[in-house]
């Protein structure tokens, strides 16, 4: 049985999916000359070392912005992106160490619900035929047993009279149909674990709620266990049990639903439950929404990925050349034209600062105007998390070096009822 307090893992039950230090990086295609001469263009590092463990009959939802690598963690379930490194284990079975025709026979007990249910049906197949389909895959030559199921798999998911549907196409049916459609695809084999890929993200509003309704009933009567991916908080609150909330291809904290929208520990989780628009329209909340965007995956920040955009980094975050650059550019917009020339000549170009290294050099006429121009930086935005990481300013050449503090790239920790990867959190003792 493995470990229940290991990062991310379900709480009492032997896990009936069980993802250890999952991995899924993808090879970046370099110019011609760099594949001509066998030069590594590097990776994206679209999962990053995950631990995950799902109970039987647990809903846990994957939280996060666009590019957090949910979608690849929840495809890689599937096989439908191969783990780089790490296993996921389906009842103790390692998917990763199947082989393809294996790997097929298993996606009967792990189904996926995608995002667009129009992209996701084949629009020359009739109902009956796109339901039924994942039947004749597995091995079910009788058309008559397919069509017994499809009608109790389109009943299941409230499209009756099944008379009304069996024959049309896609087209002939609204959103929440379609996305009916889809659900029933994805149960008619049986499945144990369905994934669902942001399922109501394409929907109306008025159509959102039955379907997250349907997929808890489905829950209940088929004994299904959910990944329920999405970036909308609220959503997450109504359906899920747990919540992992991912930042560039980890997960950086994860605890039951209650807990997580009671107590959130890392900036990143706040700053997600302050976006969450309020229905009262006289209510005025501080947003406070993090700076900047989702850094490049294929070449992430030092340290803590989201200290570039957190407010309450401190000095030992992973501060880098980068975050100068940032801040140097960000004081350039303030400036006139002529102000900019004139201070563009004196520290140069900063196109080197662009490579991830723990110093960063600044200036070429002497080391006096260049800590003059840091100064007039830093007195525009003193508060600004980034100096907590300068560690000294030397002099170097015909310019300065900033050497920043040594930074910490923090695993998962428990800190309560959740586990955080926060340096603001430390390792709880076993007392």
Not at 310 to 333: F, K, P, Y
């Amino acid at each position: 049985m493995p470990d229940s307090t290991m990062p991310g893992s379900g709480l009492g039950a032997s896990p009936i999916v069980d993802v250890r230090d999952l991995s899924v990086h993808f090879g970046l295609r370099g110019g011609t000359l760099a594949r001509l001469f066998g030069r590594d263009a590097g990776v994206v590092k679209a999962v990053d070392g995950v631990n995950l463990a799902l109970a039987p009959g647990e809903v846990v939802g994957l939280v996060g912005e666009s590019g957090s690598g949910k979608s690849t963690l929840g495809r890689s379930l599937l096989g439908l992106a191969p783990a780089t490194e790490g296993s996921i284990k389906f009842r103790g079975q390692d998917l990763a160490s199947l082989s393809r025709r294996s790997l097929r026979d298993m996606r009967r007990h792990i189904q996926m619900v995608f995002q667009d249910p129009s992209a996701a049906l084949n629009p020359a197949m009739t109902i009956e035929e796109a339901v039924g389909d994942a039947l004749r895959v597995h091995g079910m030559r009788s058309a008559a047993e397919r069509r017994v199921k499809v009608i109790d798999a389109l009943e299941r998911v409230g499209l009756s009279p099944v008379e009304l549907f069996l024959e049309k196409y896609p087209r002939d049916l609204s959103g929440g149909q379609k996305q009916r459609v889809v659900i029933a695809r994805a149960i008619i084999t049986g499945p144990s674990v369905l994934v669902a890929d942001e399922p109501i993200s394409m929907l109306d509003m008025s159509v959102r709620a039955k379907i997250l309704q349907l997929m808890l009933d489905l829950k209940k009567d088929l004994g299904l266990t959910y990944v329920y991916i999405t970036h909308d908080l609220a959503s997450a609150k109504y359906f899920c049990d747990r919540i992992a909330i991912m930042y560039l291809g980890r997960i950086v904290e994860i605890g039951p639903t209650e807990e997580i929208f009671a107590n959130p520990r890392h900036p990143y989780t706040k700053a997600l439950l302050r976006a969450i628009p309020d229905p009262d329209p006289g209510r005025q909340l501080p947003r406070d929404l993090p700076r900047g965007e989702v850094p490049d995956a294929a070449q992430p920040p030092l340290g803590c990925s989201f200290h570039p955009r957190c407010s309450e980094a401190t000095d030992i975050c992973g501060w880098e050349s980068r975050d100068l650059r940032t801040i140097v550019e960000a004081h350039w917009t303030r400036r006139s034209p002529e102000e900019y020339e004139a201070e563009r000549s004196l520290v140069g170009d900063l196109d080197h600062l662009e490579r991830p290294e723990k110093s960063a050099t600044l200036g070429k006429e002497g080391a006096e105007s260049a800590r003059a121009f840091l100064d007039r930086v830093r007195s525009e935005a003193p508060d600004d998390p980034m100096w907590r990481g300068v560690d000294m300013i030397e002099d170097e050449g015909s310019g300065v070096r900033v050497r920043f503090h040594e930074g910490v790239d923090p695993a998962l920790r428990r800190s309560g009822g959740v586990e955080v990867a926060c340096v603001l959190y430390p390792e709880e003792s076993e007392a």
